[in-house]
């Protein structure tokens, strides 16, 4: 073998070898993605298999609320029927900020209601889902960490023709709904 035929399959090599390491870097990010995704999937359903608790016991004191309860139950029904997919993941985040507003709702009128405030399953019951909540908010984290990670290599060279040959797309961040975003008027709360 002559110097060039060396030259030109050393060059094929390399450009071999980063064409993988690419690829390889891109399918762990995107596998990061899935498991954030999924860890956010857990969490919601222990928010979901919560809700139903919380609202019995709401439910026994809080008449005026039932419409409010009932929009809480039919969201938690939605959300639990859409597959647990990367295709699933802009309806979910929907849902979830939906149902985070609603049961936002529910623990404000709760104040309302000194019974249902003082009885010891319904402050349990709240306690756990305020720790579900964190939980909630943490694996929101994790997610739109590996989703920044994912879509910086979707978007930059070289990995973004990488990306491209191998169809990996960028994902949404979880995003906070904008009526979250208002500022609170504590008067709101002391009625």
């Known amino acids: 073998m002559n110097t060039t035929t060396i030259v030109i399959i050393a060059a094929v090599v390399v450009i071999a070898l980063g064409f993988y390491s690419i690829y390889v870097g891109l399918i ?5 993605v899935m498991e954030a ?27 005026h ?7 809480v139950t039919e969201l938690r029904t939605q959300a639990m029927a859409l597959p647990n ?3 699933s993941i802009g ?20 104040e309302n209601y ?7 399953t319904m ?13 909630i908010a943490a694996a929101r984290r994790f997610y739109n960490s590996a989703v920044l990670e994912l879509n910086n290599a979707v978007e930059i060279f ?23 975003t208002k500022p609170v008027n504590a008067a709101d709360f002391l009625k």
């Open 28 to 32: 762990q990010k995107k596998n990061k």
């Open 85 to 87: 997919d990367m295709n």
């Open 158 to 180: 070289p990995s973004s023709m990488v990306a491209s040959m191998v169809g990996v797309k960028r994902q949404e961040f979880f995003q906070v709904a904008e009526a979250e």
């Open 123 to 135: 402050i349990t019951a709240m306690q756990t889902y305020n720790e579900v909540e964190e939980h």
């Open 114 to 120: 000194p019974q249902l405030k003082s009885d010891q």
């Open 37 to 63: 995704f999924s860890s956010i999937s857990v969490q919601l359903k222990k928010r979901y298999d919560l809700i139903p608790n919380i609202l019995t016991l709401a439910g026994k004191f809080m008449e």
């Open 65 to 71: 609320e039932r419409g409010l309860m009932e929009k």
């Open 91 to 110: 309806k979910k985040l929907e849902l979830d900020n939906q149902i985070k507003n609603a049961m936002g709702q529910i623990m404000v009128a709760v």
